[in-house]
């Protein structure tokens, strides 16, 4: 287990241009912005095919999904990716770069899913989703050992809760998980909510409980398992890696659920980044944190895939 407070590099100035071209989009929504329109607006904000890739869309079994795989990529290795933007906006293209990055970081495959998006689809279509991706995986012929799971955010929060469906129904778990700022408690209960909530310039606890409802609806209880992993048995998890931003205010769903696994025996560990926002490892082209953080996710998967 490594614990890891990395100072942060980026002068004030680039990281608050980022902060203000964030909070634009967010702040130009209102309670009359239709959901189409958010996500065309987050899709415009992080899309870019700077980074050269094979991009081939595919039905995973019915699951929207597309290969992303850089240059030199080994065609038997391969990272799952699940995107974030609160289970309700956020797309493979708007993560585009992001997977592609990590697919030229780790070596290997990347396949981005589009899992059903709330409010049209609630709990648990996203959860079925990313399972019967990767089942359409193995099914491909890939070893279990030659898969990860990454996600971000809310899409942290579902690879996670996947690796929990497939361990209950006896299913070959993957080699490894990477998440940043994964949500792991729609219940927003940890004390960073209040201890961040003057430095996060993104989110806010009323921000992640507004989401949380809109994913689970009227029927679903945001302390379950599956809806918020933190409060899941963690047992016989893969080796996990999360990273996450210490002016979060969901820095303690990385800290409080990288300390439960821990205890369960999950070889998990934890990098907190000294000043970094939400899911900045999308920001490449200003921070130079995000490009040092997918390096070092990109040796973690190596250092798991089955050897050659």
Same mark, same amino acid.
């Given at each position: 287990?490594?614990?890891?407070?990395?100072?942060?590099?980026?002068?004030?100035?680039?990281?608050?241009?980022?902060?203000?071209?964030?909070?634009?989009?967010?702040?130009?929504?209102?309670?009359?912005?239709?959901?189409?329109?958010?996500?065309?607006?987050?899709?415009?904000?992080?899309?870019?095919?700077?980074?050269?890739?094979?991009?081939?869309?595919?039905?995973?079994?019915?699951?929207?999904?597309?290969?992303?795989?850089?240059?030199?990529?080994?065609?038997?290795?391969?990272?799952?990716?699940?995107?974030?933007?609160?289970?309700?906006?956020?797309?493979?293209?708007?993560?585009?770069?992001?997977?592609?990055?990590?697919?030229?970081?780790?070596?290997?495959? !990347? +396949?981005?899913?589009?899992?059903?998006?709330?409010?049209?689809?609630?709990?648990? #279509? &996203? /959860?079925?989703? =990313?399972? $019967?991706?990767?089942?359409?995986?193995?099914?491909?012929?890939?070893?279990?050992?030659?898969?990860?799971?990454?996600?971000?955010?809310?899409?942290?929060?579902?690879?996670?809760? !996947? +690796?929990?469906?497939?361990?209950?129904?006896?299913?070959?778990?993957?080699?490894? #998980? &990477? /998440?940043?700022? =994964?949500? $792991?408690?729609?219940?927003?209960?940890?004390?960073?909510?209040?201890?961040?909530?003057?430095?996060?310039?993104?989110?806010?606890?009323?921000?992640?409980?507004?989401?949380?409802?809109?994913?689970?609806?009227?029927?679903?209880?945001?302390?379950?398992?599956?809806?918020?992993?933190?409060?899941?048995?963690?047992?016989?998890?893969?080796?996990?890696?999360?990273?996450?931003?210490?002016?979060?205010?969901?820095?303690?769903?990385?800290?409080?659920?990288?300390?439960?696994?821990?205890?369960?025996?999950?070889?998990?560990?934890?990098?907190?980044?000294?000043?970094?926002?939400?899911?900045?490892?999308?920001?490449?082209?200003?921070?130079?944190?995000?490009?040092?953080?997918?390096?070092?996710?990109?040796?973690?998967?190596?250092?798991?895939?089955?050897?050659?």
């Amino acid at each position: 287990m490594i614990w890891q407070t990395s100072a942060a590099l980026t002068s004030s100035k680039p990281l608050a241009l980022t902060i203000e071209r964030v909070s634009k989009v967010y702040g130009g929504w209102t309670r009359t912005t239709s959901v189409e329109q958010m996500r065309r607006d987050w899709d415009d904000l992080f899309w870019t095919d700077a980074v050269p890739a094979q991009c081939v869309p595919v039905s995973a079994d019915g699951v929207e999904a597309s290969w992303l795989d850089a240059p030199g990529a080994d065609p038997r290795k391969v990272l799952l990716y699940f995107h974030g933007g609160g289970f309700q906006v956020g797309s493979i293209r708007s993560h585009r770069d992001l997977i592609v990055r990590l697919s030229a970081a780790a070596g290997c495959r !990347a +396949l981005g899913i589009n899992y059903r998006l709330a409010p049209e689809h609630r709990f648990p #279509a &996203a /959860l079925e989703d =990313a399972a $019967t991706a990767y089942r359409w995986l193995l099914d491909q012929g890939f070893e279990a050992n030659n898969i990860a799971f990454c996600g971000d955010s809310a899409g942290g929060g579902l690879a996670l809760s !996947a +690796l929990l469906v497939l361990r209950e129904q006896g299913m070959p778990l993957p080699a490894a #998980a &990477a /998440l940043m700022s =994964a949500l $792991t408690d729609l219940t927003a209960s940890g004390e960073s909510y209040a201890t961040r909530a003057e430095a996060d310039p993104i989110h806010q606890r009323i921000m992640i409980l507004a989401m949380a409802k809109k994913y689970l609806g009227e029927s679903a209880d945001a302390h379950s398992p599956l809806a918020s992993p933190l409060f899941a048995d963690l047992h016989g998890l893969p080796p996990l890696l999360l990273q996450v931003g210490d002016r979060e205010v969901v820095l303690d769903d990385s800290t409080r659920f990288a300390a439960k696994a821990l205890a369960a025996g999950v070889d998990a560990s934890l990098e907190i980044w000294g000043e970094m926002i939400h899911v900045f490892q999308q920001f490449t082209s200003d921070l130079p944190e995000a490009g040092k953080a997918i390096d070092y996710m990109g040796r973690f998967f190596k250092k798991h895939w089955m050897p050659s």
